[in-house]
Every structure is written in structure tokens, then in C-alpha cells.
């Protein structure tokens, strides 16, 4: 008889729309994953039961504020979902003996500013831990999928990954306008003009240094650049109006360059107010990848609530925040049983849904 697969104990930390699709997915579907604890950050939530939370029965579980409390807990893995990512945090977290899974950053540790780095590989070897970084872009678009591809390239010459969004369709305007600056004058926007912008643009800058190394492109270079567009007309974006004049499209350029040439390339047309630069390129909503070389290979992904049943656009946005929490949450036992240090896309067993149709438990299903 093949013996069950362990129980893995964790703990949410953060349970905003990334973190309710982890929980609400723990409670609902798996097996092999216990929720121990779960931290938050409104004062809200404080001492709530993480059920009540994602609008399920109680489980028996507290949602604490308290960062100390949830690192005095015993866990085998903490999923990190904060808005915020904090690096002193989850170097605490991982010395604490337990390992960190995490859709905010670390989705290539090892090209960290070396003081960074090296902190992580202290706390990992302290702990006995290991973290990986990951999710749907960056993870698994723009770390996963082209490996993936690759598996069927004799050479490669360049590689390009696009995103093109419509941020109007996101209720979170605080991410929209504070965070992304849109509504901004145009010359404001830049890889610095805030802590969010520049953060964004270090985890694609990161991704393609990732590809780099994974892929023997041997670049010299990273650059970000970016175009803001302005609006021709007003827009009313939710609660919130877009003025005619002011940032309605951003298009981002992280490119790596070996002696100039530029081998890998994420570029994001990101929109607010449906209009759409004429100058731009037209790739179809959704993410494109692109892999020149022998062969040259295309392939187009988007998520929807469904292909065949009728649902609301909230319900078709969320799909993309299940993908992320998703590709995350199934990592766990790799994770877990990953030796100390970085466990990255590159390095983990390709991740796959544990659950999959759920016609037996996974606990059942033992070791394949
Ligand atoms: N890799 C990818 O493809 C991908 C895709 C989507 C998102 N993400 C990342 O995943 C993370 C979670 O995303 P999300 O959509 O769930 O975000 P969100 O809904 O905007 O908020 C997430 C969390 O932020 C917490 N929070 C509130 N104030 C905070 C503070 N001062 N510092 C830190 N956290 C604070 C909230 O606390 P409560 O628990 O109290 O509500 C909530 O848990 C973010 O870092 C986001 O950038 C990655």
C-alpha cells in the first residue's frame, strides 16, 4: 500500500484576495495541508476565526495582528501574501524554522542586492527552511511556461513575454491609482517616481535575470523603461475619475542585453479607460510568450471563471488571483521538502494541482 502523503501545517499571512483563494481552497479541497494560524494586518480581523474570514464555517483557527504571535507558532510553511513584502520579516520567519511559499517577491533570490541574499541563506541555513517565490506573472507566465517551452527548443535566440490588461476592471482603485500612479501627470511616472513602482519594476527585472541564468542567456544588463500615455477624455474607473490629460496608459520594458543584443524581454501595455495607443502593439488581452529560435514557438494564456458557463466580470478578474494563489498553494509540499536555501521555479519539481479533479482525497493518492 503506498503510504499517505504527510500533512503539511500552515500559515496565511495576509488574507487579502490572494490569501482568501489559499484559504478558502485549504478549507474546501485539500487534505494534505492543515491552516494553523493566520496573520493579518487589519485590527479588524484581530482574533476572528479564519473561517468566519473567507465566509465559511468556523475552524477552530484565530487570525492574530500580532507578527510575534504567528512566529511563535509551530509550521511547517508560512503563505506570504502581504501587500507589502518585508525582507527582515521573512528572514525571521524562515530562522524561525519555517519555510516561506510567497506570491509577493524572492521570485529569483539569488540576484538580490548581495546583503539581501545573503540574510535569506543565513536565516534558511538558521532554520532549516527554504523559500520560494511565485505566482502568475511574475511565476508561472514568465518563470514556469517558458522553461516549460523550452524543453522543446534546440536553440533559442530571443524571448518575450506581453502582458496587456485593462486595469478598469479592478474594484482595488487604491492599487490602480496610489500604487500604479495612474491619473498622474505622464512625466511623473517612472521606475522611481514611488516605492510601488520601483518595487514592480525590480520583480520583472528580476524575472528576466531569471530566465537568464535558467536559460544560458548570459546578459550583462537589465534596463526598465517606461511610456505613460494621457487620457484623451474623463473616465469613471469605479469610485474613483481618471482626468483627460493625466496617465491613462503605461507601457513597461524590462529588457536584458548580452553586449547590447537584447535576448529576453517582459513588456506590459496596461491600460485604464479603454483607450488604446495607437502606437502600440496589439497582442491579445492576456499574456503572449514568445520564443524565437529553433523552432520558434508563440503560445497566448488568459483565465476566466469559465469557458462555458455565464459569470460576472468580478468573477472572471478573480480567476487570475485564484491562478496566482493557486500555483503557490500547490507548491507547498515541494517546498517543504526542499533542501535549505532557494527554491525557485527553476529548481522545484514542475508544480501541479494536487487536487486536480479531486476524485480521490489526496491523502489517498500517495506519492506520483
Ligand atoms: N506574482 C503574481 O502573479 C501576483 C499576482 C497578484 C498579487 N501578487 C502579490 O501577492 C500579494 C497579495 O496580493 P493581494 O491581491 O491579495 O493584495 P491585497 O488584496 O491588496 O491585500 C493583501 C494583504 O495586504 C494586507 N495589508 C494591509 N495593510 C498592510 C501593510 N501595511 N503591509 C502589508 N500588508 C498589508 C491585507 O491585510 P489583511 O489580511 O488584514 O486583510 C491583506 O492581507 C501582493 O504582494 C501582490 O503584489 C502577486
Not at 536553440?155 to 500604479?180: C, H, P
Not at 510568450?289 to 494564456?301: A, K, V
Request: glycine letters at 8%; proline letters at 5%.
Amino acid at each position: 500500500m503506498t503510504p499517505p502523503h504527510p500533512t503539511y501545517r500552515v500559515i496565511q499571512w495576509g488574507t487579502g484576495a490572494v490569501g482568501i483563494e489559499m484559504i478558502t481552497a485549504i478549507i474546501d479541497h485539500r487534505t494534505d495541508i492543515e491552516l494553523v494560524g493566520a496573520k493579518v494586518y487589519s485590527e479588524t480581523k484581530h482574533g476572528k476565526d479564519v473561517g468566519t474570514l473567507v465566509e465559511r464555517d468556523p475552524i477552530g483557527v484565530l487570525a492574530t495582528a500580532v507578527a510575534a504571535e504567528a512566529i511563535a507558532m509551530s509550521a511547517d510553511c508560512v503563505l506570504y501574501t502581504p501587500r507589502t513584502a518585508n525582507l527582515d520579516e521573512v528572514c525571521t520567519i524562515l530562522a524561525s524554522g519555517k519555510n516561506v511559499a510567497t506570491t509577493a517577491f524572492l521570485f529569483h533570490p539569488r540576484r538580490l542586492p548581495a546583503s539581501g541574499r545573503d540574510r535569506l541563506l543565513a536565516a534558511c541555513e538558521q532554520g532549516g527552511t527554504s523559500v520560494h517565490g511565485s505566482g502568475l506573472n511574475p511565476g508561472n507566465l514568465s518563470g514556469v511556461l517558458p522553461l516549460a517551452l523550452s524543453g522543446m527548443s534546440r536553440t533559442i535566440d530571443k524571448i518575450t513575454l506581453q502582458e496587456r490588461a485593462d486595469w478598469s476592471v479592478y474594484e482595488s482603485t487604491g492599487i490602480t491609482f496610489d500604487n500604479m500612479a495612474f491619473g498622474q501627470p505622464v512625466e511623473q511616472i517612472s521606475p522611481t517616481t514611488n516605492a510601488f513602482l520601483a518595487f514592480n519594476s525590480s520583480i520583472f527585472s528580476e524575472q528576466v535575470w531569471f530566465l537568464s541564468d535558467a536559460l544560458n542567456a548570459g546578459i550583462d544588463e537589465v534596463t526598465a523603461t517606461v511610456e505613460a500615455v494621457a487620457a484623451r477624455k474623463d473616465h469613471q474607473v469605479f469610485n474613483h475619475v481618471l482626468h483627460a490629460g493625466t496617465t491613462a496608459g503605461q507601457r513597461w520594458n524590462w529588457i536584458g542585453r548580452r553586449h547590447g543584443e537584447p535576448l529576453i524581454e517582459i513588456e506590459t501595455l496596461w491600460t485604464v479607460g479603454g483607450e488604446y495607443p495607437d502606437h502600440w502593439p496589439r497582442p491579445k488581452d492576456g499574456w503572449t510568450l514568445t520564443i524565437e529560435g529553433d523552432p520558434s514557438m508563440r503560445t497566448h494564456f488568459f483565465s476566466l471563471a469559465s469557458f462555458t458557463r455565464p459569470a460576472s466580470m468580478e468573477e472572471h478578474v478573480r480567476s487570475a488571483n485564484v491562478a496566482t494563489a493557486m500555483q503557490v498553494l500547490n507548491a507547498v509540499p515541494a517546498v517543504c521538502d526542499a533542501a535549505p536555501g532557494f527554491a525557485t521555479m527553476a529548481s522545484l519539481p514542475l508544480v501541479r494541482s494536487l487536487v486536480g479533479f479531486g476524485h480521490s482525497t489526496v491523502s489517498e493518492r500517495g506519492d506520483r
